[in-house]
């Protein structure tokens, strides 16, 4: 039986150069989808799971997101004053218990394997998730629930995956693929941001990861990959051989919320799921259609 995933680990220490001026001050985790950041939605994801402990990889000006988990007295007590149980409600549910959260600090922007290997101390040689939270991803169930039974049944590496065009391949981990019943693809071999002439498939890792603690035994090495950084890539590829490693295809839709098309995107195919929203949703599209 395979050892159950209890941790996640969410790298947050990005600068959110894309969405400048809004991420001068505050974390890209932070901007709203809807009504709701989306370090939230990637807490809410991880906890379907099964996820029990949460750690996220912080950097200079992160205070916001520690912040947003923990306890507000004062706003907590106008509402419960003014009889806003509804939003006394909405505030209170994200709230972790004490110990479920852990925050530690990447001082320098050296990498997603650097960040995950910033991680180590918390994740004590167990399985463990990662999650980059400006990879949305709209789905019932979630992403991660999805994952974690593919997992259950074959073990090892899996990472969520999903097919991009040939000419955006240099933007992505790429799997060598060896076999494929088209829920999972079974890989021999992993190539970071490949050219697309070099690419050896399409099956792009999005920011969904299930992982086998081995990948720090090469993360340690603090190796240098593609762009001069420590990619995660390069840890999982080296794992394999060792252990099973899968990308598997979930049922949803993603929303690359690092880019401000796929942040718009989000916000609009999120609101159509709320009741009381989409009828203005629609109305709104119509008048600038």
Known sequence: MNEPVRKAVFPVAGLGTRFLPATKAMPKEMLTIVDKPLIQYAV????????????????RG????????????ELERVLEDRGKAEALQLVREGRPQPGQFSFTRQQRPLGLGHAVWCARNFINDEPFVVILADDLILAKPGCLKQMMEAYR???????????????????????????DDGRLAEAKGLVEKPAPSEAPSTLSIIGRYILQP????????????????IQLTDAMAATIGKVPFHGFRFQGERFDCGHRRGFIEANIAFAMQIDDLRGQVIEVLNKFS
Do not use: C, W
């Not at 999903?162 to 992505?172: A, M, S």
């Open 214 to 229: 081995q990948v720090f035994d090469y993360l340690n090495e603090q190796k240098p990959g593609a762009g001069g950084e």
């Open 153 to 179: 049944q074959v073990g090892g590496n899996v990472v969520a995956v999903e097919d991009v065009p040939r000419e955006l391949t240099n933007r992505y981990g790429i799997l060598d693929v060896v076999k």
């Open 62 to 73: 992160k205070a916001m997101i520690e912040d947003h988990f923990d306890e507000s007295y």
């Open 44 to 59: 809410e994801e991880a906890r379907e799971a099964g996820v029990e402990e949460m750690i996220f990889v912080t950097g």
